[in-house]
């Protein structure tokens, strides 16, 4: 008996420790698979946390370009409401299209308007796109997409003279424009001031119609401002005779110093009895205080602006910008 004691009691004791190094072992073991899940856990709680935070961003970012592209879109500070389009292509009538108000209130939605008066809304600007066309206004062979002011909107026999005083203030850029044949950029009429008969003088005078020339014109000549008046040939002509418009010439014609080339500029043009002063970016002005100007009082006037193309080149166009345009009587 003590000889089967002797030989099952190592084996006991054997088994004994063997099944307590066996439950620590499976003890450690749980220990080392809860903290492997616990890492587990919050690796995936840290990377999906990290996702969530980059998704945050990303879309935090997608918010700000698509808030700044919407700040990006901007409408020109211009009323139409007392002008009308004169644009390069011809009606069913075989005449210059046009567009007056209220309709020219709506003009981004015309199809006929699109390709030559647009809106350029990352700019802020309306682009007056002009080429030599079949479309010419008469007594000129140029084309043009410009805007001409009708004091009352929807006629042209409403108009100012120099004596009732006048302004107009634009923000302009050149946009684009070709070259002649010798490299040198076309030229185009950015503002005008234009004369017109009254009915009363148009009969006295025996025209056909109230056409009367120019006495104001503005050029982006080659990235410089150059501006253009009249001259009465004959000082002593009478009031009758200077209705007529053979009766005035060209004067020589004047260049501002500051070259604006393809930036913006500004240009003012104050008009006062017997005196019109043109103005541009606030620094460089150009008086006109002469007899001319004393003389032309007979006329009536209305301003034009836009782009009045000069030439007839095959091929050629240019784009002008307007992002301000205002008019004060």
């Known amino acids: 008996m003590n000889n089967l004691k002797n030989t099952f009691l190592p084996i006991l004791l054997f088994l004994f420790?063997?099944?307590?190094?066996?439950?620590?072992?499976?003890?450690?073991?749980?220990?080392?698979?809860t903290e492997e899940t616990t890492k587990s856990k919050k690796k995936l709680f840290s990377f999906l946390k990290k996702k969530e935070n980059n998704s945050k961003s990303e879309k935090s970012q997608e918010d700000k370009k698509s808030k700044s592209k919407k700040n990006k879109y901007k409408l020109p500070d211009i009323d139409l409401s007392h002008w009308k389009v004169t644009l390069p292509v011809t009606n069913e009538k075989g005449k210059p299209y046009e567009i007056e108000p209220p309709e020219?209130?709506?003009?981004?939605s015309n199809e006929v308007a699109k390709p030559y008066m647009y809106i350029d809304s990352t700019a802020g600007a309306i682009v007056f796109h002009a080429m030599p066309t079949a479309s010419k206004t008469r007594n000129t062979k140029y084309t043009r997409s410009e805007l001409r002011e009708q004091m009352k909107p929807g006629s042209n026999s409403v108009n100012w003279t120099f004596k009732d005083g006048a302004y107009m203030r634009g923000k302009i850029q050149m946009d684009e424009t070709t070259r002649d044949s010798k490299g040198k950029y076309h030229r185009?009429?950015?503002?005008?001031?234009?004369?017109?008969?009254?009915?009363?003088?148009?009969?006295?005078?025996?025209?056909?119609?109230?056409?009367?020339?120019?006495?104001?014109?503005?050029?982006?000549?080659?990235?410089?401002?150059?501006?253009?008046?009249?001259?009465?040939?004959?000082?002593?002509?009478?009031?009758?005779?200077i209705l007529?418009?053979?009766?005035?010439?060209?004067?020589?014609?004047?260049?501002?110093?500051?070259?604006?080339g393809f930036k913006k500029f500004v240009l003012e043009v104050k008009v006062s009895k017997g005196k019109m002063v043109v103005v541009l970016n606030g620094k460089e002005h150009k008086v006109y205080d002469n007899i001319h100007m004393k003389r032309w009082g007979v006329f009536e006037n209305y301003f034009k602006a836009g782009n009045y193309f000069q030439t007839r080149d095959e091929g050629a166009f240019s784009k002008v910008k307007f992002y301000e345009l205002e008019v004060k009587h």
Request: proline fraction near 2%; avoid cysteine.
């Open 17 to 33: 420790v063997f099944s307590a190094n066996l439950s620590a072992q499976e003890d450690a073991s749980e220990v080392e698979k």
């Open 104 to 108: 020219i209130l709506d003009f981004a």
């Open 188 to 241: 185009t009429i950015i503002m005008q001031i234009h004369g017109r008969l009254t009915n009363e003088q148009r009969d006295l005078i025996g025209e056909d119609d109230n056409n009367a020339p120019p006495i104001l014109k503005i050029y982006w000549d080659k990235g410089k401002i150059r501006v253009k008046t009249k001259v009465l040939k004959n000082l002593n002509a009478s009031n009758e005779e």
């Open 244 to 260: 007529h418009e053979s009766a005035w010439g060209d004067d020589a014609g004047f260049n501002f110093e500051e070259e604006v």
